[in-house]
């Protein structure tokens, strides 16, 4: 491995850029293969963190019930100690089974550490490397049942709860299916989301999957509750939140009445403490990839919910090393080298919820809007009026305080986060530090992406790239998923 920064590396434990290479085939057993595979990283894993700082690896092979063999290696980079080295390593076990699971090999590859194992042997051994499984004890393995089992539903349960999927119970229609609002007996509301049939996932891998997602908790997190398998149905059951979705707050006349600045800035910082969640506070990595105004729902209180986090990425499985070929999510909400080349990053999910938080400030949505005699986008119109000094034409006219130092701030955060340049793109954590002290200095922002520079009301010039890409920002925002042309 080498590597090079122009930021200080030695002894930080660094997970972000990480790349996963799954392999394209089975194991012949595969939940034998899964009983061996993770206590077989787990104990390289701690082999290779107590190394000392010139032998931070370790590599092993153990047997499958049946005669598989599994050859696996962890290893962390010799600059960072015990505990970071663990830290890494562990993290990237529990990524396996949502990047290969039900695969006989595959990859995590992160700046400090990485994992890989396969069925056949791919490194040399001067003693035997043969690793010692324990078996499951049984109370282990009842509990990982009883979990599941918890989180199942009865399909005839839910059917009966939402007066089997009627339309008059529909609440919308996502990217992956419809959502409906569902009642139990015992009077608990429930949003119940049927997926498109389409999966080629096995129900082994969903059941997994959809486990370790319901673990995650956060204020701001819609909380996935349980799932439901029945003959070619895919169910997923989340608390239902009340006061439906961003999206009918924002752009309603009506209801625009109940957002005042106190109660954008809350959104905002809600939003964005969720999405830090997601990237890097909780048990696993989750890239959200469809973060938008219907995405974000409102509790009693109007704090935001994310919605669908995780589905979109946890669902696709034809993705490697950070990209993919099937696109999924929202024109204008979508970062362009994700629209463009399919390669998808927490920093992706930093542009969405830039362009998020711009329609939040001025109440325009980001398709194009009549300013004028001018048809805009609203990053165009945004950077024209921050580039002319005119930051307060952004701001939502409905608002009736005036410019103060939070909605500058905020202008300038969204900015930032929708550069196109995606290194240039602040952190979750970097937002949230941004969004709760003053003190923290605020770097100018540069062109962000989609931008057009208008000539003669009408003639557009700009980089290949923006042109290429100009027709994410001018359509209706639309969900779409359809594969793009390398």
Not at 23 to 29: A, Q
Not at 74 to 79: L, N
Not at 223 to 247: Q, W
């Amino acid at each position: 491995m080498v590597r090079y920064s122009y930021n200080l590396i030695f002894g930080i434990e660094q997970t972000d850029p990480l790349k996963y290479v799954p392999s394209p085939n089975f194991p012949k057993n595969p939940e034998q293969f899964a009983l061996v595979l993770t206590p077989l990283l787990d104990i390289l894993s701690d082999r290779a963190a107590s190394g000392n700082s010139l032998k931070n690896f370790a590599a092993g092979h153990a047997t499958v019930p049946g005669g598989e063999t599994i050859y696996a290696l962890a290893q962390c980079t010799p600059d960072i100690d015990k505990q970071n080295c663990s830290s890494c390593l562990k993290q990237s076990v529990t990524e396996i089974p949502i990047c290969c699971g039900g695969r006989n090999g595959g990859r995590v590859l992160k700046p400090s550490c990485n994992l890989r194992y396969e069925n056949n042997s791919f490194f040399e051994s001067k003693d035997d490397s043969s690793v010692d499984i324990p078996a499951p004890k049984e109370d282990e393995n009842s509990e990982d049942v009883s979990l599941v089992e918890s989180l199942q539903y009865d399909f005839e349960t839910i059917r009966s709860a939402t007066d089997d999927f009627s339309d008059a119970n529909k609440l919308g229609q996502g990217g992956f299916g419809a959502v409906y609002k569902g009642r139990l007996a015992n009077g608990t509301y429930i949003a119940v989301k049927r997926l498109s049939k389409n999966s080629e996932q096995g129900d082994r891998e969903f059941k997994t999957e959809v486990t370790l997602v319901a673990q995650l908790q956060h204020r701001n997190l819609v909380r996935l509750l349980g799932f439901c398998l029945k003959a070619g149905e895919r169910i997923l059951i989340y608390e239902y939140v009340p006061n439906t979705s961003l999206n009918h707050f924002i752009f309603d006349p009506i209801d625009q009445a109940h957002l005042d600045w106190e109660t954008r800035y809350k959104i905002i910082g809600g939003i964005a403490r969720g999405l830090l969640y997601l990237h890097e506070d909780s048990r696993l990595r989750i890239i959200h990839r469809d973060l938008k105004p219907s995405n974000i729902l409102l509790d009693e209180d109007m704090n935001p919910k994310i919605a669908d986090f995780g589905m979109a990425r946890l669902f696709m499985m034809d993705q490697t090393q950070g990209d993919t070929n099937t696109i999924v999510g929202t024109y204008g909400y979508m970062a362009p080298e994700y629209l463009i080349y399919g390669r998808f990053s927490v920093k992706s999910d930093v542009f969405s919820f830039g362009v998020l938080v711009l329609e939040i400030l001025s109440g325009k949505r980001i398709s194009s809007f009549q300013n004028g005699e001018n048809e805009e986008d609203l990053l165009s119109y945004a950077w024209r009026n921050w580039r002319d000094d005119t930051v307060a034409n952004i701001m939502d006219p409905k608002l009736t305080t005036g410019l103060g130092i939070e909605m500058m701030r905020c202008i300038h955060i969204a900015l930032l986060c929708v550069q196109e340049n995606v290194a240039s793109r602040p952190s979750m954590a970097s937002v949230v530090s941004m969004l709760n002290s003053h003190s923290v200095t605020l770097s100018l922002p540069s062109r962000p992406a989609y931008y057009l520079q208008q000539k003669s009301g009408s003639d557009i010039t700009g980089s290949d790239e923006s042109k290429s890409s100009m027709h994410a920002s001018g359509n209706k925002n639309s969900d779409f998923t359809e594969p793009y042309a390398r």
